[in-house]
C-alpha cells in the first residue's frame, strides 16, 4: 500500500494503549527485514533515517526503498525523518516525499526550539505532513551531536507551553533515556512522563530505547508513550549477522550472503519489538 502519514497512526496508539515501533534503517535490507517483521505480525511500522545516513545515502534513496517495500505490504508504513537538525534538513525530507518529519531543536534556547518547530509546522501541516519534535535532551550521541549534561529532563509545565505554542504533532521527551549503547540498566522517570501526559494531549515518544528493558517500556506506553524508537539494537542485530557469516566461512565474498543473514537478524529484533510495543495484530 501506498506510504502513510504517522498522524492517524499514533493518535489510534494512543487511544488503544499501545505503541508504533520506529525503526532507523541504514541500508535496502534493513528496510525489507522492518516491513517483512511488519507485515509478519499485521502491525502498522515507522521506518526512520537520521540526517546522517541520509548523507551516507540521500534522502531520495531511502524514500525510494522504503515506498518499494510499502507497495509490497499490506499494513501502513511511515517513513519518517528522524532529528532532523535543521529547518533546512527538514525541507529536504519533506520535499523528497518523507511522511513524517521530526525537528530536534532541544540544543537550542527553549523560545529557539519553538521557533523553529513552529516553522516546520508551518511548512509541513498545509501537505498534511505531521511533525515531531524533542523536549528537554535525551543523553547519548545522535549522529555527530553529544547531548548536554545540564538540565537534561523534559519540565512538564515546559512541554505544556511547548505543545500549546510549536502546534506540533507529537513530542519526544527525555525521562532518562539515551542514544548509543548503556553502560548499565537505564532508570527512568516514569513519574516525570505520567506528569507529562497529565498536561500534554498530543501523543509523546520514547527515543533511545535500544536496552531499555522491555518492561520499562511496556511501563511507559501505560503511562503514554506512543511511539517507540530503535536504532542501536538494529545496527547491532544487523552487524551480529554479518560477524556470523565471516566467523562461519571467512572466505565468503557474496555481499547477498552476509546481507541476507544481517536481514534475518534485523527482522528478528524487530518482531521482538513490536511485541513490546503491543502494535501486533493493529494493522
Do not use: W
Not at 523528497?96 to 519553538?114: K, L, P, Q, R, W
Not at 505520567?194 to 530505547?209: K, M
Not at 522491555?214 to 503511562?223: A, G, H, L, Q, Y
Not at 542501536?232 to 554479518?242: K, N, P, Q, Y
Amino acid at each position: 500500500m501506498p506510504l502513510v502519514t504517522s498522524k492517524e497512526l499514533l493518535l489510534k496508539a494512543q487511544k488503544g494503549g499501545y505503541a508504533i515501533g520506529a525503526f532507523n534503517v541504514e541500508n535496502m535490507e534493513m528496510v525489507q527485514a522492518v516491513v517483512e517483521a511488519a507485515q509478519e505480525l499485521q502491525s502498522p511500522v515507522i521506518l526512520q533515517t537520521t540526517p546522517a545516513t541520509a548523507s551516507y545515502a540521500d534522502f531520495d534513496y531511502f524514500y525510494a526503498n522504503v515506498k518499494t517495500a510499502a507497495k509490497k505490504a499490506s499494513v501502513p508504513v511511515v517513513l519518517h525523518l528522524d532529528h532532523g537538525s535543521s529547518f533546512d534538513v527538514a525541507m529536504k525530507a519533506f520535499r523528497a516525499g518523507y511522511t513524517s518529519v521530526m525537528i530536534d531543536g532541544s540544543h537550542g534556547s527553549f523560545e529557539d526550539n519553538i521557533a523553529v518547530s513552529k516553522a516546520v509546522v508551518n511548512a509541513c501541516h498545509p501537505a498534511g505532513i505531521p511533525v515531531e519534535a524533542e523536549l528537554g535532551k535525551v543523553g547519548g550521541k545522535e549522529d555527530d551531536v553529544v547531548a548536554a549534561d545540564n538540565n537534561p529532563y523534559t519540565d512538564p509545565e515546559e512541554a505544556r507551553t511547548f505543545a500549546e505554542q510549536s502546534g506540533v504533532d507529537s513530542l519526544a521527551v527525555a525521562i532518562g533515556t539515551a542514544h548509543g549503547v548503556y553502560k548499565g540498566t537505564p532508570k527512568l522517570d516514569v513519574e516525570r512522563l505520567s506528569e507529562i501526559r497529565s498536561v500534554v494531549s498530543i501523543p509523546l515518544v520514547l527515543h533511545g530505547t535500544s536496552g531499555v528493558p522491555d518492561d520499562t517500556v511496556k511501563e511507559c506506553i501505560r503511562r503514554g508513550i506512543c511511539k517507540v524508537n530503535y536504532a542501536t539494537d538494529l545496527r547491532m542485530a544487523f552487524t551480529r549477522g554479518i560477524t556470523q557469516v565471516f566467523k562461519e566461512k571467512p572466505d565468503t565474498f557474496d555481499p547477498k550472503i552476509y546481507g541476507g543473514k544481517g536481514r534475518e537478524e534485523v527482522k528478528k529484533c524487530v518482531i521482538s519489538r513490536i511485541m513490546v510495543c503491543g502494535s501486533n495484530g493493529k494493522a
